[in-house]
């Protein structure tokens, strides 16, 4: 053997060697960090802080000078620009005339309903709130006996967690097919739906470090102050990561987790996606290979539309103080992503399709959530802290194992998608996935049907495994 040949083999058993090690190290769990589950979040040092565990019940409640500064607010208008000829309609952003006749729906037909039917609507479910790690927390609590009677029927506790724009206003569809009994399960919920840290009623964090771990050890202690030690959780956008961050590190807590646009951010999981763009029918049914493949697309959308979240990645409070108290920018902003984040065709019809899959007044409704409380800016935080180097956001939480019982429901037009091989290598215990050729990033608003059915689906698999 030749020198050259020798210097080869040694050269490809080198790499060789250095792929296995690096595949090897990939591809070794990390063991569940050990975390701090008392840190105050509050004003001041908190050195002198003592916790105030009782529960009180909130009603959400805003006077009339409130809503009639918001009526002048949308009365008087800046000089918005034209929209581009012959451009598609929400091609730049939130078209003009479009967002102009929402205005007009806000102060001529929602407002002059807001104390007879929107307040009242709001409050339809019981309010609460309770002090936890130095923050006021606001959630929503349905029992089954609120709606009616149980009967012989198990009563399972479910989480609901929203993310960003979103808020609990999510959920309102949802909550009485939940918690009401009936003939199509065995069981029924009761219901926990907080406003994360941050967004709507509950506090934001006076101090850096607010992500989604934190926010996480924060729901625990919430579900177990209402009397929770072991309950089922669903979540999207934030509120899968949160899901996720339970599960992982409370496995003892989470008897089964439900997200909708699950998915894996890390090294791993990266190269699955790229090995199984070569021969994508070797991974998956031929009628789901659009959700995931050919990359490119997805790429150049996820260039187009992830503007905000570099903003509020790295300048929230910038941002911040360009929407907090500014109806109409509020309005743009937050409805833009409720347009192309259900579906991207929506770019290209003149009304952004908003009407298409919702209501004016629920999308008023989430929309006055942040402008009554004030809580852009704090809600925005979430993407700086998440993108930090504290926050376990990329490649090492995917390589702690979570093995709780995990549901994936796929949306054709959801932002995100991540093929079940890659998701695999992090929820051990994937029993469900499944896909859904209508709807988008917020399922649970547009089609609470449907995310009902499948939650129910995998909660009776979770039985039938025990």
Not at 81 to 101: K, V
Not at 106 to 125: C, I, M, S, V
Not at 126 to 134: N, R, S, V
Request: proline share 6%; hydrophobic share 40%.
């Amino acid at each position: 053997m030749g020198l050259g040949t020798q210097f080869l083999c040694l050269m490809v058993g080198c790499l060789g060697l250095t792929g296995y090690q690096y595949y090897s190290e990939l591809t070794t769990p990390l063991p569940v960090p050990t975390l701090k589950l008392d840190e105050y979040w509050g004003p001041g040092n908190g050195a002198t802080y003592q916790e105030d565990t009782t529960i009180r019940p909130f009603n959400i409640s805003y006077s009339k000078a409130v809503i009639q500064k918001l009526t002048r607010q949308l009365t008087d208008l800046p000089n918005l620009a034209p929209p581009l000829e012959y451009a598609g309609a929400f091609e730049y952003g939130f078209n003009r005339d479009r967002l102009q006749e929402i205005l007009k729906y806000w102060r001529e037909r929602y407002l002059p309903k807001w104390t007879t039917e929107r307040e009242p609507y709001l409050n339809r479910y019981p309010h609460f709130k309770t002090q936890i790690q130095g923050l006021d927390i606001h959630y929503i609590h349905v029992r089954a006996s609120d709606v009616g009677s149980a009967g012989k029927k198990s009563i399972l506790p479910l989480l609901l967690l929203h993310g960003w724009p979103g808020s609990v206003r999510e959920f309102y569809d949802i909550i009485p097919l939940l918690t009401e009994p009936s003939e199509d399960k065995e069981f029924t919920f009761e219901v926990i739906v907080p406003s994360l840290p941050g967004f709507g009623w509950s506090q934001g964090s006076a101090r850096e470090g607010m992500g989604g771990q934190k926010m996480a050890i924060i729901m625990k202690h919430l579900m177990e102050r209402i009397g929770h030690k072991r309950f089922f959780v669903h979540g999207g956008d934030w509120g899968a990561l949160i899901t996720d961050m339970l599960g992982t590190y409370f496995p003892e807590s989470v008897i089964g987790l439900h997200q909708s646009g699950c998915g894996v951010i890390g090294t791993l999981a990266t190269w699955k996606t790229m090995i199984a763009s070569l021969a994508p029918w070797m991974f998956m049914e031929e009628q789901h290979i659009s959700y995931y493949f050919p990359l490119k697309p997805y790429f150049n959308e996820l260039l187009l539309e992830s503007g905000y979240m570099h903003i509020q990645a790295t300048k929230p409070e910038t941002i911040g103080a360009v929407l907090v108290g500014n109806p109409i920018g509020l309005a743009a902003y937050i409805l833009e992503k409720f347009s192309t984040q259900t579906n991207r065709a929506f770019r290209m019809v003149p009304d952004g399709g908003l009407e298409r899959a919702f209501s004016l007044d629920a999308l008023l409704d989430n929309v006055m959530i942040y402008y009554l409380t004030d809580s852009i800016t704090t809600s925005q935080r979430l993407y700086a802290e998440a993108f930090s180097k504290r926050e376990l956001f990329a490649g090492e939480l995917e390589r702690i194992p979570n093995t709780v019982p995990t549901a994936c429901a796929k949306f054709k037009h959801d932002v995100l998608h991540t093929i079940d091989w890659a998701l695999r290598g992090h929820y051990t215990n994937l029993i469900q996935s499944h896909h859904f050729d209508e709807g988008g990033h917020f399922s649970v608003m547009e089609l609470p049907d449907v995310v009902y059915r499948d939650i129910i689906q995998f909660v009776g698999k979770v039985f039938e495994r025990k």
